[in-house]
């Protein structure tokens, strides 16, 4: 069964822009070929001003393929990723993530 994680991602609203061109442009690309999946990248339009909310949706195969991808690590050294870091520390205040199971609805799961 598929485990989706929403990323709730709190950046500074003057830098939203530029962490969301390199999440989309650099990050997914990353991720992806690790197997991840991201079905939704989501900017809160109402709410605060400051900081912009960014809420991901990525599906992976379960929890065991969130712990090989989190503890092979080898994203990390990759260029891209590389690249995307000094936006991420300059942008990011806070991040949460939840693991949830898909439990109705219209989204399609890649992995069952």
Do not use: N, Q
């Given at each position: 069964m598929s485990i989706f994680m929403k990323a709730?991602?709190?950046v500074d609203a003057y830098k939203c822009q530029e962490f969301v061109d390199?999440?989309?442009?650099?990050?997914?690309?990353?991720?992806?070929?690790q197997g991840w999946k991201l079905?939704?990248?989501f900017v809160e339009r109402f709410g605060p001003i400051k900081p912009a909310v960014v809420v991901d949706?990525?599906?992976?195969e379960d929890m065991a393929h969130v712990e090989r991808v989190m503890r092979g690590d080898s994203y990390r050294s990759d260029p891209r990723y590389q690249r995307a870091v000094p936006v991420m520390k300059a942008a990011v205040i806070e991040e949460s993530?939840?693991?949830m199971?898909?439990?109705?609805?219209?989204?399609?799961?890649?992995?069952e």
């Open positions: 709730t991602i709190k390199v999440l989309l442009s650099d990050l997914v690309p990353v991720m992806e070929e079905h939704g990248c949706i990525w599906e992976m993530l939840t693991f199971e898909k439990r109705g609805g219209a989204l399609a799961c890649i992995y």
